[in-house]
């Protein structure tokens, strides 16, 4: 057990180091190409937010997707005060520097909108400004109030958490990411009130911790500061001057105006400020401000309480406790009421002590205290309304002990079981904001332009937070109106009538006035007031008013009688002033002034107009207006009444006023969202977003900015939609590689069925989840048609049953249409098969001689295979069957048909498979011979012996007098003309596999029909011969002496002439096919040569037979001719062509047309090596002699090997030898023999290789091997060069050869493979194992079309029974360098450089870089191949001397300034194993400058803002970039011009909407309309409406609102009094609380949500709540002794009066005793064995004996078992 665990702490220690090595790397690093993340580095600061970075490294040689560098911040703490500002600190860094010669104490610029991260520095009492670097150290602040800092260069977000690309920031409370609960807004306004006693006055308290602190005074007075630290000390600052000042350590900005002061306080203040007002003037002066007041008294949760219990699980609690933020110290909780923001956080559980208690019992789970009880709490009722609706008010609440049962009942308990935690408070304070107090506007101007008018001005209810709301005192409301005096005199009499009461007063009110709507409700409906009844001065108004309602079944009107309406009745006579009479002014007497102004005050006796503020205004930007809203009120409730009770003409005019003038900035316009991508899971919406700038409001014409130029952030552009878990449903994976490479074939695919999640991720479930039909599994797939191909046979079986035979087999060319469906196609379709694919030597035991053949054997003819052909003509010829014979016409022919174990007269002949009998012209002898008398044309064809089941064949054709073979002979013998008139090397592709696969290897029916096939060939050689030049037969006059010989010769029937004819060529039929072999092995190119070759080396043989037969004629005829005349023809005639046929075969290659007789000069030719197709010579047991292209087997009996090498050249070629790639290096035993040959004495297992016979010339070379291999074992010509092919379209290589090659080249990889028996060549790619259709048969894998999918490593391996042996080459492609439009790490080091370098990629064409001098460029190379591509860098053509940096592998070249080079061109120059690529760039050097040569657009299109300012442009030569670069030349002096002043259009103006006239059920908004003008000179001039109607439609001035309908609550009748008991005869009674309309229709109770909602519950007093607890005595102690003893008793819930029992939830409200307890806790005397439970009969039936714990409690009842 020791070693076990020793062994699982040590595999957890290995997995431990594991996890924590570098070398873990996650999951997502393990799919990528990355190696994991390294350490972090030091912190780049110490203090104050620095930097630290992590590398990673890629671990592949392509390139890795994403960076290898990351940052976070460190250091995240202030620096002390006396560490000083980080950038001043680098800045001093220099001071010691010489900067142009002199020293400078440097001070940090900070803020540089342009390049925020780069060292800039000014000499300290100078205005030199330089960039010391281009960057600052990791961790320097971007900008003073900002958290952004700088990491290598680029300035990167910080958020107030501190963290790097955080976008979180502070709250108006300064609390990061806050929600701005723990501070609230204060806003006011104090207006002086000068007093003769008083000096100055408190304007407002700012308490420590406000932030954005804002006070403007207007007036003449000042302001000044009081201070009072938390410590206590008092101080005083008078601000006299503009300026930034430090108090009490907060910043303080203050501005001086001669009439305005403004003070700033970003804060958070460090002391309670007062700010005072001293007095300075008799004018009054008002203080408007606004802060955040921090919430002093917060909430702050306290740890865990004690565990409730110390073992077996218990639980514990947090509170909280209301915490003073200023003395740092826990205050009462009702402080923290005080403020309506503060939310009480909810107490937290959590279990605890979860540990078994030691020496349990194992009986604990019964007891039912151990089951889980919730702990006593504290419950609260509601609170009460508060005392007061603001200004400070209380409410009250109470608060009580409670626990819930195991059956969720809840009871009241004593007090001290809540105390764990604080017990809430019963009373708090409430709506201690500031009451609403009248805020008075500025004075309208007066309403006449001389003399004694009236002014207005708005009066607004302001609550605590700023908003206009009511609640203010009526009483204390400031008047809206006074008179005023123009000092302008008037020259008209003055009038005695008020102004308001004029006459345009009462036409704007008739003109205003509109009558009221008829509704279905009863309601007072006046008509049109009456003209007034006088034409001048003051008369009387009627109007008629109704009681209507509207009949909704028929829309039509009713009249009711006055009483059935309700509410004040509308007025019906008003008095009306039409102007003085007679156009002058008018006296009016005491009389008629009272009755006019008592007529005209019973409107002003009970209402009036006044104004309620302003109107939002019309446009938020651009120029809008602003209208004093005008309500009429009831003086004495304050209460907005219908304006019809308000005199009209007392209506104070419309104010105006113009607002938000300021040029509306650019702004972003937003289109609709799309549709969502996806309808479930999680899908995307997008939206165009773009930036714009409004031109003119009155044509809404708007110009498409750049984005940068609109301030705000930019709206999103994406949003995430349906983000809903979707149904399951299947999910197709990838499909699977086809069945077929080639052709048609299925692929397959599987289904899943998954669901897709509201966070994009799929969840895989079973199948059963999924109802839908499954998605298509298996679909047809079409690739490339697959390559013809031959379908070989089975080997035939040997030739021969003893000795040496051969093998062959038939091939078939087949095209695949589908899979296991093949079509047989032309064989010149595929491609050429090798002829030693088709037939191979067979070798059998050696054959036994018999003295005399057996008796039971079958007839046999004794055929000659011979070919004749007859040159001269003679009268008779005999033959023998089997063979051919090219014959003159007119000459006789004796065929004979020898046969063995068969009667001669039994022999039939035939002709063309027709049967032959004797006639006139063909004689049948009954000896075994026939004969054709003088042939002709007619006698041409196949000849037929046949002796029982033995037959052969004797083809006989005629030979025309232009040496051609005669065409149109009979049916058998017969070939097409274009096959007589075609070349040989025709014949051979034609007929080529006839011969291969189906003549030499079929059965005698077979034979038959490809007779003629066969003789095409012979026919193609046969006319070669005839016309082959240098016969003696050419020169008549040489023959004559032989044709007198042949005259005297002996009888025609004399057999023996068959041998001396002197006339008739002869060779064996076994030439003419190896010359057919042989030239189906050469090359196409060469076949021509070859043939020619062939014909003239058979010649040769042919004409040296008959010479020594010829020899032989003239020593037996000396008698009749002098030796001297036959010999001189032929040394005279035949010299030139025997003398050429003595000299070696190899000088032998001349073209048909080229005589050898006539002494020409022969052409250069290119070496060619002669290849045979013969199997190896065994001359004995120890020699073997061979020829190029076989296989030699080394025996333990061989001692030599002699390999042939011919080959044909002009030049005469150079034979040299090399075996497996290397020459062979000569000795006693490997020699080289005179006539080329390479012979190997004693051959030993180190001999075993391939041995080449190089032929080279001045014109080329060529090259052939013969395998020499040991016992038979496989062997491979094998190759160790490079190939590199930059151009060709094909190349071919042996095995074993690195192969480096352009794409789309085709590659053939050559495995020549010997073996015996023949080795089975088999082909991998990358150790995978290539299928039929990528290689050949013979050993030859062709790579078409190579690509980059192609690279890797193929292996040829080669087996048989005696072994195997591979062999592998790398084919690696190859791609020359291009340009590419982008790179990744180009753009990378471009993007990371600053401002202030030019960066460029060269091209081939060339590009063009103009810089000003001084300046830095980044010049790149973008070019890519593969492999990777060296660059070398030019400058003017030369290599670059001047000084300059190499980046990014040296793809950049970096010049750090541009001075150091003049004008010129630099070049890239890219090179690989592939090719070479120039790339160019030509650099201008030029200064920068400033242009004014454009303006911008008008600010407005009509009026008199419109200015155009002239577009400042920073300039290099004609081309506009970014203006820092022109930073350093003084800017030219720009004027703005005015544009567009001109009036405007006519435009209509509209206000804000009034209020509803009604709440709910349906009511009327309306505004005001109005056409104005806005002229050049900025005044707006009232037109008619004509005038704006025909610019665009009139806005509409009413409108519905309030819709919805009026609802209240209902409540239904209390319950019965049988609630739960709450107490000693109380319990609760209910109701419900219903939502309805008022015709009593029930609607949802969220309509009502906005009312306040009845009481659904209360107390009620009842008999059935007198109960109490009875409890019964306890029970004996169930031990004696220990801690495991316990005791019970009975509880019951009964009634007083009647003490009987009842349900216990009656008694909830009273803590119930409890039912059990422990007993008897005393140590037990270990003196006997005994039981101390009385469970121990239970212990023993159980079987718990062997327990422990159980044996010692039971241990008499356990002892006894």
């Known amino acids: 057990m020791e070693y076990c665990r020793w062994t699982a702490a040590g595999t957890l220690l290995l997995a431990s180091l594991i996890l924590s090595s570098r070398t873990a790397r996650s999951e997502e690093d393990r799919d990528s190409l990355w190696d994991a993340w390294g350490s972090w580095s030091e912190c780049s600061r110490t203090c104050g937010g620095g930097a630290s970075y992590s590398l990673r490294r890629c671990l592949s040689s392509k390139t890795c997707e994403g960076r290898n560098i990351r940052y976070r911040t460190c250091s995240n703490v202030d620096c002390p005060p006396e560490a000083g500002d980080f950038r001043a600190q680098q800045c001093s860094a220099h001071n010691d520097v010489k900067y142009q010669g002199q020293f400078y104490e440097w001070l940090p610029v900070s803020n540089d909108p342009d390049n925020p991260c780069s060292l800039k520095c000014q000499a300290r009492g100078m205005a030199l400004v330089v960039e010391?670097?281009?960057?600052?150290?990791?961790?320097?602040?971007?900008?003073?109030?900002?958290?952004?800092?700088?990491?290598?260069?680029?300035?990167?977000?910080?958020?107030?958490?501190?963290?790097?690309?955080?976008?979180?920031?502070?709250?108006?409370?300064?609390?990061?990411?806050?929600?701005?609960?723990?501070?609230?807004?204060?806003?006011?306004?104090?207006?002086?009130?000068?007093?003769?006693?008083?000096?100055?006055?408190?304007?407002?308290?700012?308490?420590?911790?406000?932030?954005?602190?804002?006070?403007?005074?207007?007036?003449?007075?000042?302001?000044?500061?009081?201070?009072?630290?938390?410590?206590?000390?008092?101080?005083?600052?008078?601000?006299?001057?503009?300026?930034?000042?430090?108090?009490?350590?907060?910043?303080?900005?203050?501005?001086?105006?001669?009439?305005?002061?403004?003070?700033?306080?970003?804060?958070?203040?460090?002391?309670?400020?007062?700010?005072?007002?001293?007095?300075?003037?008799?004018?009054?002066?008002?203080?408007?401000?606004?802060?955040?007041?921090?919430?002093?008294?917060?909430?702050?949760?306290?740890?865990?309480?004690?565990?409730?219990?110390?073992?077996?699980?218990?639980?514990?609690?947090?509170?909280?406790?209301?915490?003073?933020?200023?003395?740092?110290?826990?205050?009462?909780?009702?402080?923290?009421?005080?403020?309506?923001?503060?939310?009480?956080?909810?107490?937290?559980?959590?279990?605890?002590?979860?540990?078994?208690?030691?020496?349990?019992?194992?009986?604990?789970q019964i007891m039912p205290y151990d089951l889980y009880h919730p702990l006593p709490r504290w419950e609260s009722t509601p609170w009460t309304a508060c005392s007061s609706s603001c200004g400070g008010g209380?409410?009250?609440r109470s608060i009580s002990c409670v626990e819930e049962d195991i059956q969720g009942h809840i009871s009241p308990v004593e007090e001290w079981k809540c105390m764990y935690t604080p017990k809430m408070p019963v009373v708090q304070p409430c709506n201690i904001f500031d009451c609403p107090k009248w805020l008075a506007q500025e004075w309208s101007p007066c309403t006449v332009t001389c003399g004694q008018g009236l002014r207005y001005r708005v009066v607004l209810c302001l609550d605590h937070r700023g908003m206009h709301t009511g609640g203010c005192s009526p009483k204390t409301k400031p008047h809206i109106k006074e008179e005023c005096i123009v000092s302008t005199p008037c020259y008209k009499p003055r009038e005695k009538l008020p102004v308001e009461a004029k006459l345009p007063w009462y036409k704007q009110a008739q003109e205003l006035e509109e009558g009221t709507a008829v509704s279905e409700e009863p309601s007072f409906v006046p008509e049109a007031w009456s003209t007034c009844s006088v034409t001048c001065g003051v008369g009387i108004q009627v109007r008629l008013v109704k009681c209507q309602v509207l009949l909704s079944f028929s829309q039509s009107v009713a009249d009711l009688p006055i009483d059935e309406c309700e509410g004040p009745k509308p007025v019906s006579q008003r008095a009306c002033y039409s102007g003085p009479c007679s156009g002058e002014a008018t006296e009016y007497t005491p009389e008629e002034t009272d009755f006019l102004y008592g007529s005209l005050q019973e409107f002003d006796e009970l209402y009036d107009?006044?104004?309620?503020?302003?109107?939002?205004?019309?446009?938020?930007?651009?120029?809008?207006?602003?209208?004093?809203?005008?309500?009429?009120?009831?003086?004495?409730?304050?209460?907005?009444?219908?304006?019809?009770?308000?005199?009209?003409?007392?209506?104070?005019?419309?104010?105006?006023?113009?607002?938000?003038?300021?040029?509306?900035?650019?702004?972003?316009?937003?289109?609709?969202?799309?549709?969502?991508?996806?309808?479930?899971?999680?899908?995307?919406?997008?939206?165009?977003?773009?930036?714009?700038?409004?031109?003119?409001?009155?044509?809404?014409?708007?110009?498409?900015?750049?984005?940068?130029?609109c301030s705000k952030p930019k709206p999103s552009l994406v949003q995430a939609c349906n983000r809903f878990d979707c149904p399951p449903s299947w999910y197709p994976t990838e499909w699977q590689e086809c069945s077929q490479t080639c052709g048609s074939g299925v692929q397959k695919r599987d289904t899943l069925c998954k669901q897709r999640l509201a966070d994009g991720s799929l969840l895989e479930l079973p199948e059963t989840f999924c109802s839908m039909p499954r998605t298509v599994t298996q679909q047809a797939c079409k690739n490339e048609d697959c390559p013809n191909e031959w379908l070989l046979s089975d080997w035939t079986q040997c030739s021969v049953s003893c000795g040496e035979g051969t093998q062959s087999r038939n091939a078939i060319c087949r095209k695949m249409l589908k899979p296991g469906e093949f079509v047989i196609i032309n064989s010149s379709l595929c491609l050429p098969l090798p002829f030693s694919s088709l037939i191979r030597p067979c070798a059998l035991g050696p054959c036994a001689r018999h003295n005399r053949p057996a008796h039971n054997q079958s007839p046999h003819i004794m055929a000659v295979k011979k070919v004749y052909i007859q040159t001269r003509k003679q009268k008779k010829l005999h033959f023998i069957v089997g063979g051919y014979a090219y014959l003159l016409p007119k000459t006789s022919v004796v065929l004979r048909c020898p046969t063995r174990r068969f009667r001669k007269s039994m022999i039939t002949w035939e002709k063309d498979d027709?049967?032959?009998?004797?006639?006139?012209?063909?004689?049948?002898?009954?000896?075994?011979?026939?004969?054709?008398?003088?042939?002709?044309?007619?006698?041409?064809?196949?000849?037929?012996?046949?002796?029982?089941?033995?037959?052969?064949?004797?083809?006989?054709?005629?030979?025309?007098?232009?040496?051609?073979?005669?065409?149109?002979?009979?049916?058998?013998?017969?070939?097409?003309?274009?096959?007589?008139?075609?070349?040989?090397?025709?014949?051979?592709?034609?007929?080529?596999?006839?011969?291969?696969?189906?003549?030499?290897?079929?059965?005698?029916?077979?034979?038959?029909?490809?007779?003629?096939?066969?003789?095409?060939?012979?026919?193609?050689?046969?006319?070669?011969?005839?016309?082959?030049?240098?016969?003696?037969?050419?020169?008549?006059?040489?023959?004559?002496?032989?044709?007198?010989?042949?005259?005297?010769?002996?009888?025609?029937?004399?057999?023996?002439?068959?041998?001396?004819?002197?006339?008739?060529?002869?060779?064996?039929?076994?030439?003419?096919?190896?010359?057919?072999?042989?030239?189906?092995?050469q090359p196409e190119e060469l076949k021509d040569r070859y043939t020619e070759q062939l014909v003239v080396q058979l010649a040769h043989k042919i004409f040296k037979s008959h010479l020594e037969h010829q020899e032989f004629v003239l020593k037996a005829s000396r008698r009749k001719v002098d030796s001297a005349s036959v010999e001189y023809p032929f040394h005279r005639h035949v010299s030139g062509f025997t003398s050429s046929l003595r000299t070696s075969s190899a000088e032998v290659f001349l073209p048909a047309s080229v005589g050898l007789a006539n002494g020409l000069r022969r052409p250069h030719q290119k070496p060619a090596i002669l290849r045979k197709i013969s199997?190896?010579?065994?001359?004995?047991?120890?020699?073997?002699?061979?020829?190029?292209?076989?296989?030699?087997?080394?025996?333990?009996?061989?001692?030599?090997?002699?390999?042939?090498?011919?080959?044909?050249?002009?030049?005469?070629?150079?034979?040299?030898?090399?075996?497996?790639?290397?020459?062979?290096?000569?000795?006693?035993?490997?020699?080289?023999?005179?006539?080329?040959?390479?012979?190997?004495?004693?051959?030993?297992?180190?001999?075993?290789?391939?041995?080449?016979?190089?032929?080279?010339?001045?014109?080329?070379?060529?090259?052939?091997?013969?395998?020499?291999?040991?016992?038979?074992?496989?062997?491979?010509?094998?190759?160790?060069?490079?190939?590199?092919?930059?151009?060709?379209?094909?190349?071919?290589?042996?095995?074993?050869?690195?192969?480096?090659?352009?794409?789309?080249?085709?590659?053939?990889?050559?495995?020549?493979?010997?073996?015996?028996?023949?080795?089975?060549?088999?082909?991998?790619?990358?150790?995978?194992?290539?299928?039929?259709?990528?290689?050949?048969?013979?050993?030859?894998?062709?790579?078409a079309n190579v690509s980059l999918s192609d690279q890797g490593l193929y292996s040829c391996k080669a087996a048989n029974l005696h072994g195997e042996v591979t062999e592998s080459s790398q084919l690696l492609v190859l791609e020359p360098p291009q340009p590419i439009p982008y790179l990744e790490d180009l753009a990378a080091v471009f993007s990371s450089a600053g401002p202030s370098t030019h960066s460029v990629l060269t091209s081939p064409s060339g590009t063009k870089l103009t810089v000003s001098?001084?300046?830095?460029?980044?010049?790149?190379?973008?070019?890519?191949?593969?492999?990777?591509?060296?660059?070398?860098?030019?400058?003017?053509?030369?290599?670059?001397?001047?000084?300059?940096?190499?980046?990014?592998?040296?793809?950049?070249?970096?010049?750090?300034?541009?001075?150091?080079?003049?004008?010129?061109?630099?070049?890239?120059?890219?090179?690989?194993?592939?090719?070479?690529?120039?790339?160019?760039?030509?650099?201008?050097?030029?200064?920068?400058?400033?242009?004014?040569?454009?303006?911008?657009?008008?600010?407005?299109?009509?009026?008199?803002?419109?200015?155009?300012?002239?577009?400042?442009?920073?300039?290099?030569?004609?081309?506009?970039?970014?203006?820092?670069?022109?930073?350093?030349?003084?800017?030219?002096?720009?004027?703005?011009?005015?544009?567009?002043?001109?009036?405007?259009?006519?435009?209509?103006?509209?206000?804000?909407?009034?209020?509803?006239?009604?709440?709910?059920?349906?009511?009327?908004?309306?505004?005001?309309?109005?056409?104005?003008?806005?002229?050049?000179?900025?005044?707006?001039?009232?037109?008619?409406?004509?005038?704006?109607?025909?610019?665009s439609k009139r806005p509409v001035d009413t409108q519905n609102c309030n819709r919805q309908p009026c609802v209240e609550w209902v409540a239904s009748s209390w319950s019965q009094c049988n609630g739960p008991c709450i107490g000693p005869r109380l319990a609760v009674q209910h109701r419900q609380i219903f939502c309805q309309t008022k015709d009593g229709t029930s609607v949802s109770s969220d309509q009502c949500s906005a009312l306040p909602r009845p009481l659904s519950t209360q107390n009620c007093w009842t008999d059935i709540c007198g109960v109490h607890w009875r409890v019964s005595l306890w029970t004996v102690c169930t031990a004696t002794c220990g801690n495991y003893g316990f005791q019970s008793r009975r509880i019951d819930c009964v009634h007083i009066r009647t003490n009987k029992p009842v349900m216990e939830h009656h008694c909830s409200w009273r803590p119930r005793p409890s039912n059990w307890q422990r007993c008897n806790v005393t140590p037990c005397e270990n003196v006997e064995c005994r039981d101390t439970t009385r469970y121990c009969e239970k212990v023993k039936q159980l079987k718990l004996c062997q327990l422990t714990q159980f044996k010692s409690r039971c241990c008499g009842t356990c002892g006894k078992s």
Request: charged share 20%; proline share 5%.
């Open 609 to 709: 107009w006044e104004y309620e503020g302003f109107t939002e205004c019309s446009e938020s930007c651009g120029g809008g207006v602003q209208e004093a809203v005008v309500t009429c009120l009831n003086k004495q409730t304050r209460e907005t009444a219908d304006e019809t009770l308000c005199v009209t003409s007392r209506r104070p005019p419309q104010l105006l006023k113009a607002c938000s003038v300021d040029p509306c900035p650019p702004r972003w316009e937003i289109g609709k969202w799309s549709t969502c991508s996806l309808t479930c899971g999680v899908g995307l919406q997008t939206r165009d977003v773009f930036c714009s700038h409004l031109l003119s409001r009155e044509t809404n014409e708007t110009v498409i900015l750049a984005d940068e130029l």
């Open 1413 to 1591: 001098p001084g300046s830095s460029a980044l010049i790149g190379c973008a070019v890519d191949g593969h492999p990777t591509p060296n660059i070398t860098w030019l400058y003017s053509g030369e290599p670059l001397s001047l000084r300059h940096h190499l980046l990014a592998s040296g793809r950049i070249l970096q010049i750090l300034n541009v001075s150091d080079f003049t004008d010129g061109e630099f070049s890239c120059l890219a090179q690989n194993e592939a090719g070479s690529l120039t790339q160019k760039m030509s650099l201008v050097i030029q200064e920068y400058r400033w242009s004014v040569d454009r303006l911008t657009a008008c600010s407005a299109s009509c009026g008199h803002k419109g200015v155009q300012l002239p577009q400042l442009r920073c300039l290099l030569d004609g081309a506009e970039v970014n203006t820092s670069y022109c930073r350093e030349t003084p800017k030219p002096p720009l004027q703005p011009i005015a544009c567009n002043r001109r009036d405007c259009p006519s435009r209509w103006m509209v206000t804000s909407w009034s209020l509803c006239t009604r709440t709910c059920g349906g009511g009327i908004q309306m505004r005001r309309v109005t056409c104005q003008r806005l002229t050049a000179k900025g005044s707006s001039v009232p037109m008619s409406n004509e005038a704006c109607a025909q610019v």
């Open 1175 to 1343: 199997a190896a010579q065994q001359l004995s047991a120890s020699e073997v002699v061979t020829h190029l292209g076989q296989t030699v087997v080394l025996a333990s009996g061989t001692l030599s090997v002699l390999l042939h090498c011919e080959a044909v050249g002009n030049p005469k070629p150079t034979i040299s030898w090399a075996k497996n790639g290397e020459e062979v290096k000569y000795s006693d035993r490997i020699l080289l023999q005179p006539d080329d040959s390479l012979q190997i004495l004693a051959p030993v297992e180190a001999d075993v290789g391939f041995y080449a016979c190089n032929a080279s010339n001045a014109l080329g070379s060529d090259s052939v091997s013969i395998a020499v291999t040991l016992a038979g074992k496989p062997l491979i010509k094998t190759s160790r060069a490079t190939v590199i092919n930059t151009e060709l379209p094909a190349v071919t290589v042996d095995i074993g050869s690195m192969v480096k090659t352009i794409q789309k080249a085709n590659v053939t990889i050559n495995c020549q493979v010997a073996g015996v028996p023949e080795a089975k060549v088999t082909w991998f790619k990358n150790k995978v194992k290539l299928f039929s259709a990528h290689h050949l048969h013979d050993g030859l894998l062709i790579i």
């Open 914 to 1081: 027709k049967r032959l009998i004797s006639s006139a012209h063909v004689t049948i002898a009954p000896y075994g011979y026939m004969k054709i008398h003088r042939l002709k044309p007619s006698d041409a064809g196949t000849y037929t012996c046949t002796a029982g089941p033995a037959r052969e064949n004797f083809i006989i054709k005629l030979i025309g007098s232009n040496k051609k073979i005669i065409a149109g002979q009979p049916t058998g013998i017969r070939e097409e003309e274009a096959m007589r008139k075609a070349s040989l090397n025709e014949a051979l592709r034609t007929e080529e596999k006839h011969l291969n696969g189906i003549f030499f290897n079929s059965s005698n029916s077979e034979k038959q029909g490809h007779l003629a096939n066969r003789s095409r060939l012979y026919d193609s050689i046969v006319s070669r011969l005839l016309q082959h030049r240098g016969w003696p037969g050419e020169n008549l006059e040489a023959w004559e002496a032989q044709e007198s010989m042949e005259r005297n010769a002996s009888s025609e029937e004399d057999q023996s002439r068959e041998h001396s004819l002197p006339f008739t060529m002869i060779t064996e039929q076994k030439c003419l096919d190896d010359i057919i072999r042989n030239l189906s092995q």
């Open 394 to 396: 209380i409410q009250s």
């Open 132 to 364: 010391l670097a281009p960057k600052v150290l990791d961790g320097t602040r971007c900008y003073t109030e900002s958290l952004d800092m700088c990491i290598s260069g680029l300035c990167q977000i910080v958020g107030c958490d501190r963290q790097l690309g955080s976008t979180v920031k502070e709250d108006n409370c300064g609390v990061c990411n806050g929600d701005g609960s723990t501070c609230r807004l204060v806003r006011g306004q104090f207006k002086s009130q000068l007093a003769a006693n008083k000096l100055d006055d408190t304007v407002v308290a700012i308490p420590y911790g406000s932030r954005q602190v804002r006070l403007v005074l207007k007036g003449p007075d000042h302001l000044y500061l009081e201070t009072k630290t938390l410590q206590g000390l008092k101080s005083e600052n008078s601000l006299s001057t503009t300026g930034s000042f430090l108090v009490e350590n907060s910043s303080i900005d203050f501005q001086k105006f001669p009439d305005k002061e403004i003070l700033r306080i970003s804060g958070p203040l460090t002391a309670d400020f007062t700010i005072k007002i001293r007095y300075a003037g008799a004018a009054d002066s008002s203080v408007q401000f606004i802060f955040y007041q921090p919430i002093i008294h917060r909430w702050r949760e306290t740890d865990f309480f004690p565990c409730s219990a110390s073992c077996g699980g218990g639980y514990q609690l947090t509170s909280a406790e209301c915490f003073d933020l200023r003395s740092n110290r826990v205050v009462a909780d009702q402080y923290c009421h005080y403020y309506p923001e503060n939310t009480k956080p909810k107490p937290k559980l959590q279990e605890c002590n979860l540990d078994p208690c030691p020496a349990s019992d194992g009986y604990k």
